[in-house]
């Protein structure tokens, strides 16, 4: 690994890079179908990172032997969405994210030390930019780089999920349940559900920044209305004894991944049961009416985004037809780093 040195990604590595893109594309599509297409083409890779590179937001660098491309990554800096946008509270400000298609290692390279050798550069400036949230995202099965990563002091953290086929749930039934859309005149009921489902993701063990605080609440009717009022964007409220005690919410344009088609792919936005009235089919039934739905409408799979430390979402997902396609993981670097040094 002496010879081989990191520097800045010009144009002229272009060509190199998107064969690297297009063949982990190819190779990937085998074990999960739902990717893209295009991807598996070099001019479309080509096409991809070229824009990528014309972006003032992002940094690159390759690893190169010589005239030989042995690897490649690039980060988008992004200082957090809106404050006052309900979703991007959720988002973490002055992060970095590596796309799955803006990294990769050649064959026959030690990805390990590749990979140390381009995030050591990019890390760098992240750092000294104050970007000190790190985010890597991968194809699931792609071992080599997820070591490499794992290496580096990553850990995962969400996965991306598919169901392929929107089927019936098996054990659908639940007692004394009855699922109903919700309307705009149940915007109540989504909040409430909402903040328990935010209170869930701030718990142990997965800590994450879901606020449920009073001052959202505007914020948070003013985005659950117009989900409501608009079309294909269904929620399915479960009740017990006249009392709502889960939801599942879909979007036709949800959050998907660029490199997941969404044709005929609708996204699983939230899904909760109280805790108290979890392990009675409650959630499986929400599931049920949900793919009912997306069957009607000419839907043919559905994907949704799941913490790794999530203890009761993560099983019942994967339970239930869904396989993940795509890891994130993050790593959050000690700001202490920043005055360490003094001067």
Known sequence: MARVTVRPFEHGDLDGAAALVAENHRRDRE?????VEGLADVGEARAMLATWLDN??????????????????????????????????????????????????AAGYDANAVCRLLYRELAE???AAGYF????????????????????????????????????????????????????????????????LGLHHIASPMFMFWPVLPEYDGMA??????????DGNPHFVAYRDGQPVGLTSFLKQG?????????????????IVDPEAQDGGVGRALLDQGMAWARGEGYERCTLHV???????????????????????ERHIDERVAWARGG
Not at 75 to 101: C, F, I, K, W
Not at 307 to 329: C, D, H, K, M, R
């Open 221 to 230: 009717r003013t985005f659950f209305s117009a989900m409501l009022e608009g």
């Open 125 to 127: 400036r992240w750092v």
């Open 31 to 35: 074990r999960h179908p739902v990717l």
């Open 133 to 196: 949230h790190h985010s890597v995202h991968l194809i699931e099965g792609d071992e080599r780089l997820q070591e490499a990563w794992f290496n580096l002091g990553f850990g995962r953290h969400v996965s991306i999920a598919v169901r392929e086929g929107t089927g019936p749930v098996a054990g659908a039934h639940a007692e004394g349940v009855e699922v109903r859309e919700a309307g705009s005149e149940d915007v109540g009921v989504l909040l409430e559900l909402a903040r328990t």
């Open 255 to 271: 959050f998907f991944p660029p490199y997941v088609n969404a044709e005929k792919n609708v996204y699983l936005f939230m899904g």
């Open 56 to 105: 003032e937001r992002t940094d690159g660098v390759v690893a190169v032997d010589g005239e030989t491309l042995a690897g490649f990554a690039i980060g988008e800096r992004m200082a957090g969405a809106s404050p006052d946008n309900y979703m991007g509270q959720l988002s973490t400000p002055r992060a970095v994210r590596v796309g799955s298609r803006d990294q990769a290692v």
């Open 307 to 329: 913490l790794s430390a999530n203890y009761s979402g993560e099983p019942f997902w994967f339970a239930n037809g869904f396989q993940p396609v795509e890891y994130t993981l």
